[in-house]
């Protein structure tokens, strides 16, 4: 069964737009949000995480919102630079088991 | 630079083949993971490892094993090759009781074509 639902499979954003992409989920153990950022020929890398005790994180052009009641994470890229283009992976974990579940994942372009 | 390495990065094998998928790490990680990735279907975990000598099924261990007999090695089996085990193979690893903090570190993965 799939633990996470990710939307959309796919994005096209013109450079300097916003990118969001939206994951929900409904098991409540989860204590671990993280996002991951993949490049062709590439595994999957840590882009930014959040933890479900607070509503946001920012990092550069990159923010997690977290909504907790509504089971629900979102990742936002500020001003989409075509170097952004790659697949994201939302993830949850439960920290006292240390395995990730993933999303099926968001294939974004960022058009120059 | 830290380091997940896969040794293959292309691999064809036939049906019913037994293929052996080799992942190691050179930091000193105690648990590594094997997921497979799949259009629409994301990653899923296949099996993971704690530590040496150590195994837990994941989502998806139907038709795969492991071995993990060195800390820094982890070996994924296929036991019969079949065609829906076409697909791409990650390995990664991360420090005991840190994957909240630090995050995985993924190899660049295996795709392997079983024809």
């Known amino acids: 069964q799939q633990q996470v639902k990710q939307s959309p499979q796919s994005l096209i954003v013109q450079k300097g737009g916003i990118s969001i992409i939206n994951c929900a989920y409904e098991?409540?153990?989860?204590?671990?949000f993280p996002w991951y950022q993949q490049f062709p020929g590439k595994g999957p890398a840590l882009l930014i995480a959040i933890r479900p005790d607070v509503s946001e994180k920012k990092e550069g052009r990159f923010t997690i919102s977290f909504n907790k009641s509504a089971k629900q994470f979102s990742l936002h890229i500020m001003d989409s630079q075509p170097g952004d283009s790659a697949t994201y992976f939302c993830?949850?974990?439960?920290?006292?088991?240390?395995?990730?579940?993933f999303g099926t994942g968001t294939r974004l372009l960022v058009s120059p | 630079d830290v380091k997940v390495t896969q040794s293959s990065r292309y691999l064809v094998k036939r049906t019913g083949e037994k293929v052996f998928l080799e992942c190691v790490q050179d930091?000193?990680?105690?648990?590594m993971f094997w997921y497979r990735q799949d259009p629409g279907l994301g990653l899923r975990l296949i099996y993971f490892s704690y530590d040496v000598k150590m195994k837990e099924k994941g989502d998806i261990p139907e038709g795969y094993s492991v071995s993990r007999e060195k800390k820094e090695r982890f070996s994924l089996i296929l036991e019969s090759a079949s065609t829906n085990q076409t697909s791409m193979y990650l390995c990664?690893?991360?420090?005991?009781?840190?994957?909240?903090?630090?995050?995985?570190?993924f190899g660049s993965g295996t795709r392997l074509t079983v024809v």
């Open positions: 990664a690893s991360t420090p005991s009781g840190t994957a909240g903090n630090y995050g995985y570190t």
């Open positions: 098991n409540t153990a989860f204590d671990y």
């Open positions: 993830a949850l974990m439960n920290t006292g088991f240390q395995k990730l579940v």
């Open positions: 930091m000193d990680h105690e648990n």
